[in-house]
């Protein structure tokens, strides 16, 4: 189904997927912009769990990121 694998992965590590050729922290705020401004994500995001503190995203909110942003 998915090219890329749901597990989890760290915010940086995801990041780098979508944003290959920036640098980590320059990655992190731009996926963290796409999320913050896919209302729909967020809130599902937030109900399977995350927190603006976490590091690292789990398996089933990686598998909502695919399905609101798509694939890296």
């Keep these: 189904m998915y ?3 749901i597990r989890i992965y760290t ?7 979508y944003f290959p050729d920036s640098m980590p922290r320059t990655a992190v705020c731009h996926l963290m912009a796409w999320i913050m401004r896919c209302t729909p994500l967020y809130e599902a995001l937030v ?11 789990t398996s089933r909110q990686v598998a909502l990121i695919f399905e609101y942003l798509g694939e890296p």
Excluded: R
């Design 11 to 17: 915010k940086k590590e995801l990041a780098l997927c």
């Design 47 to 57: 109900k399977a769990g995350y927190s603006k503190q976490a590091k690292s995203f």
């Design 3 to 5: 090219s890329y694998p």
